[in-house]
C-alpha cells in the first residue's frame, strides 16, 4: 500500500523556511514530504527530478545522488537551471 501525502500539512519548519527563503530552517524530512504533498494532489507533476544530498559516517562526509524521470543528460540539465534559479532567489531576497 502506498501513502498519500496530498493532505499532509505544513511543518513549522516548512512554513519558517518558505517566509524566510532559509533552507536551514526545515529538515530534509519536511522537504521531502512537501514535495510529495505537491505531486499527490496533482500541484506538480515532474517529468524528471534529482535530489543530492550530504551525509556523514564514520569515513567522513559524502555526498549522494538520486536521478529520475530523464536521461542523465536532461536531469543534470535542470539541475543547473534550478541552481540558477536558487541564486537569483537568494539575491532578491537578500
Same mark, same amino acid.
Given at each position: 500500500?502506498? =501513502? ?15 517566509? *524566510?527563503?532559509?533552507?536551514?530552517? $526545515?529538515? !530534509?524530512? =519536511? ?6 504533498? =505537491? ?16 551525509? =556523514? ?7 549522494? $545522488? ?8 536532461? !536531469? !543534470?540539465? !535542470?539541475?543547473?537551471?534550478?541552481? *540558477? ?10
Amino acid at each position: 500500500m502506498q =501513502e498519500n501525502f496530498s493532505n499532509a500539512p505544513e511543518s513549522i519548519g516548512e512554513i519558517k523556511a518558505n517566509k *524566510h527563503y532559509d533552507a536551514s530552517l $526545515w529538515t !530534509v524530512r =519536511e522537504m521531502l514530504i512537501s514535495i510529495l504533498r =505537491e505531486i499527490d494532489s496533482g500541484n506538480i507533476t515532474p517529468k524528471c527530478a534529482s535530489f543530492f544530498y550530504l551525509d =556523514e559516517n564514520k569515513s567522513g562526509l559524502r555526498t549522494h $545522488w538520486f536521478l529520475s524521470g530523464g536521461s542523465v543528460h536532461e !536531469v !543534470v540539465g !535542470v539541475s543547473e537551471i534550478a541552481l *540558477h534559479d536558487i541564486k537569483s532567489l537568494k539575491e532578491d531576497h537578500q
